[in-house]
C-alpha cells in the first residue's frame, strides 16, 4: 500500500513527501565566488537583494523565523536567473572566442561577439530565456529564445522586448531544450545557453550555476550582519541547478537541513528519489513555469540525490494562495518564489519541520500574472462532482457562437488532481486543444485483469441549458448544472474509485481514460485506444438510472443530395423544386425504415432525417436539398455502413427511373459508429458487475438490458475490451434543467469498486 501521511485537520491522499534515509554524501567543497561576485558587482544596476524577515508569518506558523532572500529585481530583472544567465553567458563567449579570462571585459567579449556574429541561444519557461536575452542585448548581440506552446503569453511579450527572437515550438520545456540545442549546432556562432546539462554539454551549465554563488555570498553576509543561525532553507527545483546551488553553500559553508520542493506536475526529482535513479517524466501545466522540467540537469542529480533532505510537492492552488500571503507580508513574489512557503505549511503539518525552528526561503521571482487555479485536493465525489460542473468544458465541435472553450480546462484539473496524490498521469491530446487523460494505478500482480474506467469529458452546448448551466448547486439531494448527469457525476466516481486502490492497492491495473468529445466524434477514446491504451474490461458510468447495459445500438450517418432546376418562382416550366422531390424521397424511405434488422435485445433498427437544407430564397425553385440520415443500427454485418449507402443508393435510382425529373448525387457515408453488442451471461464482468449491483441492497437493477443512446463502450467493445454501462440517476440530459442525484453518485462509485475487486479474483 501507498505511504500516507496524516495533517492535524484531516487525513491525506496526497503525493507522499521523500525523507532521505541513508547518510548524506561526503561533505561538499566550498566553492569560491570571488570571480562571480566581482562580475556581478561590475554590472551595471548591481545591488544585493535584500533578505526580508517574516515575523508576522513566522508566529502564524509557530516557527522561530521566516528568512526570505529577495530575488524578485536582481540587475532590473524579475527573477534569480540573472545572476546564473550572465556569468554563464560570460563564460560562454570567452571559451568560444577563445579569449583570456583573466583579462576579459564586458566590454571586449561584447566587442569580439559582435564582429564574429555571435548569438546567443536558449530554451526557458520563461526567465532564464529573458536573462540570456538581457545579456544578449547588453552585449550588443542577437539572441533567439524557445518557448513551449504552452507558455503564459506575458513571458512572450516580455522576452521579446529585450530583443530577443521568441520561437514557440509545439511541445514541452524539455522538447524546446532538444530544439534549441539543435539549431545552435547547425550555426558556427550558435551558442547555446541551457542551465540544463546533458551528455556532452556540461560547461556552460556549470558556469551558469557558479554564477548563482553571487546570490550565497550576499546571504552569507545578510545573515552574519543580523546575528541569525536558520537550520533549515528550502530551493524549488526545476532542472536542478538554483537547487544544486544551494546544495553546494547549504552542506559546504553551512549544515542546513535542505528541502526541495517541487509543483505536483512537474516532479521529476521527487520521482527520481523515489526510483533511486535519474528519472524523466512527462509534466502537465502548472502555474510555476520555470519548473515545469521532466529532467533534471545531468550534473545537478548526483548533488540532489546525495544531499537533499526531504522532497515535496505543492499544487498550483497551493501556490497560488501562498502567493497572496506573500504580497500580504509584502513580498513581491510569484508562484515559483510562493511555492516554497507552501512547502513550508504543507511540512509543518506533516511535523517535517519542527515548531520553534528559523528557515530560508527564497523568492525566485517576482509577481507575474498567471490563470488561477482550482483547489485539487478535494476527495469527497459529491463536491468533485460540483468542482468538474462548474468548468465550462463544452464541445466547440458542437458550438455554433464559437465561444466553447473545449476540454483543456477540465483535463488540466483532472490531472493536476491526479498528479497532487502522485497517481501516474498521462494526457492524450491528438487533436490540439481537445485533451484526454489517463490516470493508472499499477496493480501487484502483473497477471491480473485489469480494468478501464471511461468516461466523456466534453458536454453539449451551455446555451440550451437555464440561467445557471456552471452552478453545480446541490438543493435536496440533487446537483445541477450542463453535463452533471452527462456525464461528470460518473467521472467524479471513476475519479475517486481510481483513488481508492491508489490507496489500498488492487490486484490488477485499474485505468482511468477522462475523455474528449463523446458528444460528437469521440476524438477521445479514439486517441486513447490509438495510443495503445487496452484493458481485460471497461465499465463506462453514463447515466443508466442504475440500470446496468451491456450493449447499444450503433449508428451510421448519410448525406443524401436531392437536384432540381434552378428558375424564378415564375418559371414553372423551367424549374424542378428540389426540395418538393426530396419530399418524395422522404416517403420512400418510410417504407424502407420498416425493412430495418431487429435484434432481439436491442430491439428494432431504425433511421431518421436529422437535417434538411435547400433554397436561396422564397422567390426561385430550389437547385438542390441536401438532407442527413441517421441509422440506430443493430448489427454491423447486414447494416455495414456500405449496405445502408447501397441501400439508399437504389432507392434514388428506383425514384429517378419512375420519374425523369427526379435527380441525385449519390449518397455519402458521413460517420458511422458500431453498435455494443449484447454480452454473453456468462462473461466474469457481468457476473462480477451483477454481483456488485445486488450487494448495495436495493439500489440498482441487476437485470442487465440495451441502453438506447451510443456510448464509447462500441468503440472500447470493437478494440477487444468488453464494456458494460452502469451510471446515476438523473434527468435532463442535453435538456434545459439537467441534476444528478447525489445518493445515486455514491452508489455507482461503490459498485465500481466492487466489481473491479470480485473481476479480478475470477
Known sequence: MPLRYSSPERSSSRRPTWTRSTAPGPSVATVDPVLQYTFHRALLGYEPTPLLSLDTLATELGLGGIFVKDESSRFGLPSFKASGASWGCFRALIAHLSLDLDTATLKSVGSAAVQSRCRLLAATDGNHGRAVAWMARSLGIESSIYVPHDLHPNFLRLIAAEGAEVIVVQGDYDFAVST??????????????????????????????????????????????????????????????????????????????????????????????????????????????????????????????????????????????????????????????????????????????????????????????????????????????????????????LDTTGTAPGEARIANFIAQWLQYRGIETHIVESVPGRPSVVGVVRGSDPKAKSVMLNGHVDTVALSTYGPFPLSGDLIDGKIYGRGVLDMKAGVAAAMTTLLHFSQHGSKGDVILAAVADEEDQSLGTTAVLAAGWTADAA?????????????????????????????????????????????????ALEGHAESLPKDDVLGQGTMHCGTIRGGEENSSYAASCTLTLEFRTVNSTSQSSASIVQDIANL??????????????????????????????????????????????????????????????????????????FGPVGEGLHGKDEWVDVDSIKTIEQVMRDTIERFQEC
Open 652 to 725: 434514388l435510382a428506383n425514384l429517378g427511373a419512375g420519374d425523369k425529373k427526379f435527380r441525385f448525387k449519390e449518397p455519402r457515408l458521413l460517420f458511422e459508429r458500431a453498435p455494443l453488442l449484447p454480452m454473453e451471461e456468462s462473461h466474469p464482468l457481468l457476473a462480477a458487475t451483477e454481483a456488485a449491483i445486488a450487494s448495495v441492497g436495493g439500489r440498482g437493477d441487476v437485470k442487465s438490458t440495451a441502453a438506447k443512446f451510443w456510448t464509447d463502450a462500441a468503440l472500447l467493445s470493437e478494440a477487444g475490451i468488453p464494456s458494460l454501462i
Open 180 to 397: 534549441a540545442a539543435s539549431a545552435a549546432a547547425a550555426l558556427k556562432h550558435n551558442i547555446l545557453v541551457q542551465d540544463t546539462a546533458f551528455e556532452g554539454y556540461e560547461d556552460i551549465p556549470t558556469w551558469i550555476i557558479d554564477g548563482y554563488a553571487t546570490i550565497f555570498a550576499e546571504l552569507e553576509e545578510q545573515l552574519q550582519e543580523l546575528n541569525v543561525n536558520p537550520t533549515t532553507i528550502f530551493t524549488p527545483v526545476g532542472v536542478g541547478s538554483l537547487a544544486q546551488a544551494v546544495i553546494t553553500y547549504a552542506k559546504g559553508r553551512r549544515d542546513f537541513q535542505t528541502i526541495a520542493v517541487e509543483p505536483d506536475t512537474a516532479a521529476c526529482l521527487h520521482a527520481s528519489l523515489v526510483a533511486g535513479k535519474a528519472t524523466s517524466i512527462i509534466t502537465s501545466n502548472t502555474i510555476n513555469a520555470g519548473c515545469n522540467c521532466g529532467t533534471l540537469s545531468s550534473i545537478s542529480w548526483p548533488y540532489l540525490r546525495d544531499y537533499v533532505d526531504l522532497s515535496t510537492t505543492v499544487s498550483d492552488f497551493e501556490t497560488h494562495v501562498t502567493v497572496q500571503d506573500m504580497h500580504r507580508h509584502n513580498v513581491n513574489a510569484g508562484p515559483c518564489g510562493a511555492a516554497s512557503l507552501a512547502a513550508l505549511k504543507r511540512l509543518v503539518a506533516e511535523g517535517h519541520v519542527a515548531k520553534g525552528s528559523s528557515v530560508i526561503l527564497i523568492n525566485t521571482e517576482a509577481k507575474r500574472p498567471y490563470d488561477v487555479p482550482l483547489d485539487v485536493s478535494n476527495d469527497d465525489v459529491v463536491a468533485l462532482t460540483q468542482q468538474l460542473v462548474r468548468i465550462d468544458s463544452s464541445s466547440p465541435s
Open 539 to 587: 465499465l463506462i458510468p453514463e447515466p443508466t438510472s442504475l440500470k446496468l447495459h451491456h450493449g447499444h445500438k450503433g449508428f451510421v450517418w448519410v448525406e443524401v443530395t436531392i437536384l432540381g432546376v434552378a428558375a424564378h418562382g415564375s418559371d414553372a416550366q423551367t424549374g424542378v423544386d428540389a426540395i418538393a422531390s426530396s419530399a418524395t424521397f422522404l416517403k
